[in-house]
């Protein structure tokens, strides 16, 4: 816990000009100009958690205006949304070569606020897809910038 603080959910952003998300060969999903989020599930994690951290994510001011800083939305460019489960966000590294996982979620607590959080950015007007829960994934990206913020709620 950094300066006491209880950590939580976990959103990595990063702005893309198109990603992709492909399992065994076959196309998933995938956006055009907007945001990959890789989203960690923390023990503990609630809807509220999910709902105000999509919705920071969603108004997060990362995209340029015409004079190339960053004061637009994802919502004011009308941006779409690629949103990927990603437990190793969670990795404490703090001891010995091996990551544990322990402050993951349980996985059906974890795909439910997963799916929870990834319903917020249609709520909003946002077009968002998502990966495949729990598979392995292979994510593709074109990063514009670049430009990856981490957040937390």
Do not use: H
């Not at 060969?25 to 709902?51: H, M, N, P, Y």
């Not at 015409?66 to 404490?92: C, H, I, M, P």
């Not at 994934?137 to 957040?151: A, E, K």
């Amino acid at each position: 816990m950094a300066n006491g603080k209880k950590k939580n959910m976990i959103a990595v952003l990063q702005r893309v000009l198109k990603a992709r998300v492909t399992v065994d060969g076959q196309l998933v999903s995938e956006i055009g100009t907007g945001l990959l989020i890789l989203l960690g599930v923390r023990k503990g994690d609630t809807e509220d958690k999910a709902r105000e951290l999509a919705r920071r994510c969603i108004q997060m001011r990362i995209f340029e205006d015409k004079d190339g800083k960053f004061n637009r939305s994802l919502e004011e460019v009308r941006g779409e949304a690629l949103v990927v489960s990603q437990f190793t966000l969670l990795a404490d590294t703090a001891r010995g070569r091996r990551p544990s996982f322990t402050d993951a979620e349980v996985p059906d607590r974890a795909k439910f606020l997963y799916e929870f959080f990834l319903n917020r950015f249609a709520e909003s007007g946002i077009t968002a897809r998502g990966g495949i829960f729990g598979a392995r994934m292979i994510v593709s990206l074109d990063n514009n910038g670049p430009v990856t913020i981490i957040m937390e709620e």
